[in-house]
T-cell receptor
Framework: GQQVMQIPQYQHVQEGEDFTTYCNSS?????IQWYKQRPGGHPVFLIQ?????EVKKQKRLTFQFGEAKKNSSLHITATQTTDVGTYFC????????????FGAGTQVVVTP | DAGVIQSPRHEVTEMGQEVTLRCKPI?????LFWYRQTMMRGLELLIY????????DSGMPEDRFSAKMPNASFSTLKIQPSEPRDSAVYFC???????????FGDGTRLSIL
């Protein structure tokens, strides 16, 4: 079955530094979504990518969908303490009819 | 706008008891998802509905788990009998369609003693 893997599992970042988290799927995706979950909270939708090679930006966050539509990345520049949380990617396979497979998430800790 | 509403927020019960979790999706949303989140297994999709019809329940752990969606504004997830390994945070999410972003509720933190 479809598997979605995220790396790294944990990311310790100094405030002001950049970092990237990666998402890889075992199957071709029709689209991919990214969510952020703050400690004790619930996942909150950030972005959806649909097109091959698509790049979208939200302020300091840059999201990219791979050319083969099997991987994606989230890059955060100038990390702030508000970026603390777990970032999940969720991929929808082309034959999944609506079922999104969530990755294990990247837990981000920011050191002031 | 009211988001996805889940109840109860916390539930502590003894093993063997029946547990019922409730969810009210966002009005107008046609897809509803039930997830379970644990440290060990992460966020797992249990079941999802489209227009009140179960589409994929392959994530339901076993026969002890059942889910219903009698109408567009209400869904339940039932565990009977409950076991300690069912302890987790259970999230309900809804979306306009199965291809759209999902809006999560605050979750139910379930502890089975």
């Amino acid at each position: 079955g479809q598997q979605v893997m995220q790396i790294p599992q944990y990311q310790h970042v100094q405030e002001g530094e950049d970092f990237t988290t990666y998402c890889n799927s075992s199957t071709t995706l029709s689209n991919i979504q990214w969510y952020k979950q703050r400690p004790g909270g619930h996942p909150v939708f950030l972005i959806q990518l649909v097109k091959s090679g698509e790049v979208k930006k939200q302020k300091r966050l840059t999201f990219q969908f791979g050319e083969a539509k099997k991987n994606s990345s989230l890059h955060i520049t100038a990390t702030q303490t508000t970026d603390v949380g777990t970032y999940f990617c969720a991929g929808q396979a082309t034959d999944s009819w609506g079922k999104f497979q969530f990755g294990a998430g990247t837990q981000v800790v920011v050191t002031p | 706008d009211a988001g996805v509403i889940q109840s109860p927020r916390h539930e502590v019960t003894e093993m063997g008891q029946e547990v019922t979790l409730r969810c009210k999706p966002i009005s107008g949303h046609n897809s509803l998802f039930w997830y379970r989140q644990t440290m060990m297994r992460g966020l797992e999709l249990l079941i999802y509905f489209n227009n009140n019809v179960p589409i994929d329940d392959s994530g339901m752990p076993e026969d002890r788990f059942s889910a219903k969606m009698p109408n567009a504004s209400f869904s339940t997830l039932k565990i009977q009998p409950s076991e300690p390994r069912d302890s987790a945070v259970y999230f309900c999410a809804s979306s306009l369609s199965q291809f759209q972003p999902q809006h999560f509720g605050d979750g139910t933190r379930l502890s089975i003693l």
